[in-house]
């Protein structure tokens, strides 16, 4: 029996192989909870058990991700109708189509209100959707791999998504072994975190892990900062030094930007991995080190090599035993709910504030803040939630009920206070969260309305990041007409059609991005659609 809550849709969508060769990141389909009045739920799976299914007040079943199907239960919640969303497979391949069907439940699929029914494409279903239903509960509607078995090793991470259980099956195929590790992943993503896992996880771990940022040591010092050196190496030097190998002798040093690692420096590197030996700065004799290197970076290091920034056979050693890519968080949305609530309950212990963080009456972060969350598409990854968490709990310090700080809210499009507003705002506390108005896709109501000119770049860049770079959805949150969103851009040379960008760059992106669509068109500031047909062209 399948260990993963999903849609099976086997007789509706393509298979694995003809998925994999649509660019499709999965068959089956999940509903994720992100977030529930009873927070126990967050992170709960669903499917449904037929190609067709519906979602409603009663059913599907959810379940904890690797628990027994005999432990489902509805999201049961009273303010959701009995009548139910149906799903359905859409026109085009790996597509869905939500119908209202009668439902009277108040729906928002990313931000946009659902009226009687939607075809989600394939492209939105692989990036994850988030519903937002009744203001009380929020899903993401996502593809899923089943993983089978979940490790039983959580390793100190949270998160239950398919990505994730991927990551704790590479930490537990290269722990024992006496290889390198060369990690790879965006910042934030947790690179030394996963260093330091696979170092408990080894013979090693009762000696020292050493982590060190190679990129915040100056390159002058970087030699000796690594391999020691010996007393009157260089001026000033009155003394011998050990050096990070020395310290980390027995266990394992992790050693995070390695691409910034100066060309010296890598000389050095590739020595102490071919042979185990190191030379302080200074000395005429090598010392044997007995250190587990496990390196980190995210740079692409084939593309230093190619600029002369980088030297090949370092690359060839450091690939030699064992490449883990660590998942950004876009493509572990499902784990977003899990890591929020985590992060708040740790930042609220570390500020001494006790708060149930949701009740029955009125909640301490409502839903519609965690659906903006959701949407959000976290290019600071890990990291950068942690920190939203930080900004939230300390902004909402003795209050009944959470706030978004003006960080927070740039953070997620809001404008700050101009002029008179500024100065008021500083003096007066600040409003409460409440639900997200509901905003008609079409024209703007007038209030709201501003002349194309008057529209500031950054805010239309930054809609455009938040909307992944799609025009329909920027240009209703910027309240302007599609055609005027296009004629400003036309004005400003840095923003970009996917039909000017060169092949070139186009493939050097979708190589860093291990061929993953939706992360490239990130990178290059284009939506998918528009660089899947530039790819097809």
């Known amino acids: 029996m399948d260990d993963t809550a999903t849609v099976e849709i086997s007789s509706v969508f393509p298979s694995r192989e003809v998925s994999a060769a649509m660019g499709l990141q999965g068959t089956h389909l999940t509903l994720t909870v992100l977030y529930h009045r009873d927070l126990e739920r967050v992170g709960e799976i669903a499917r449904f058990n037929e190609p067709t299914g519906a979602l409603s007040r009663m059913s599907p079943g959810f379940r904890a991700p690797g628990s027994p199907e005999l432990f489902l239960r509805p999201l049961g919640d009273p303010h959701l109708s009995r009548r139910p969303l149906a799903f359905e497979a859409g026109r085009e391949a790996g597509s869905v189509r939500i119908s209202r069907c009668g439902s009277t439940i108040p729906v928002q699929l990313d931000g946009m209100p659902l009226h009687e029914s939607v075809e989600l494409s394939s492209d939105e279903i692989d990036r994850g959707v988030v519903l937002h239903l009744a203001d009380r509960v929020v899903l993401l509607l996502h593809r899923h791999d089943a993983p089978g078995r979940y490790p039983e090793e959580s390793f100190g991470m949270v998160g239950a998504s398919a990505a994730m259980v991927r990551l704790r099956r590479d930490i537990l195929r290269s722990a024992d072994l006496e290889v390198p590790v060369l990690l790879r992943g965006e910042t934030g993503t947790g690179k030394e975190l996963v260093a330091a896992a696979i170092h408990e996880a080894s013979s090693r771990s009762q000696n020292s892990f050493v982590a060190v940022n190679l990129g915040a040591i100056p390159p002058s010092l970087a030699a000796t900062e690594l391999f020691g050196s010996v007393k009157g190496a260089f001026t000033g030097s009155v003394r011998s030094q050990m050096g990070f190998f020395r310290r980390a002798e027995g266990g394992t040093l992790f050693l995070d930007e390695v691409g910034e690692a100066p060309p010296d420096v890598q000389v050095m590197l590739l020595r102490v991995l071919e042979s185990g030996e190191i030379q302080p700065v200074g000395s005429h004799e090598t010392q044997r080190v007995n250190v587990r290197l496990i390196t980190a970076t995210d740079a692409n290091l084939e593309n230093a090599v190619a600029r002369g920034r980088f030297r090949a056979p370092l690359l060839y050693r450091l690939t030699s035993g064992y490449e883990i890519m660590i998942p950004p968080l876009r493509a572990r949305r499902d784990d977003v709910g899990r890591l929020l609530f985590r992060f708040l309950r740790d930042e609220l212990d570390a500020l001494g504030e006790s708060h149930p963080l949701t009740s029955e009456e009125e909640p301490w972060l409502p839903a519609s803040v965690i659906a903006r969350l959701a949407e959000y598409a976290w290019p600071g990854n890990v990291r950068e939630l942690r920190n939203v968490a930080r900004q939230l709990a300390i902004y909402s310090r003795g209050s009944d009920q959470a706030r978004l700080g003006p960080r927070v809210e740039r953070l997620l499009g809001g404008q700050e206070p101009r002029g008179r507003d500024a100065a008021r705002g ?86 860093e991005t291990d061929g993953d669509l939706a992360a490239a068109a990130d990178r290059l500031e284009v939506s998918v659609r528009a660089l899947r047909m530039r790819l097809r062209s």
Do not use: M, N
Request: charged content about 25%; overall charge positive.
């Open 426 to 511: 500083a003096a007066e506390a600040p409003a409460a969260i409440g639900p997200t108005p509901v905003i008609d896709p079409g024209i703007p109501p007038a209030a709201a309305y501003r002349p194309p000119l008057a529209i500031p770049r950054a805010e239309i860049r930054e809609v455009l990041r938040r909307h992944r770079w799609c025009i329909k959805p920027a240009s209703a949150e910027l309240g302007i007409s599609r055609s005027s969103l296009y004629s400003l851009l036309g004005r400003y040379p840095d923003f970009r059609q996917a039909k000017d960008i060169e092949r070139s760059e186009i493939e050097a992106v979708l190589e």
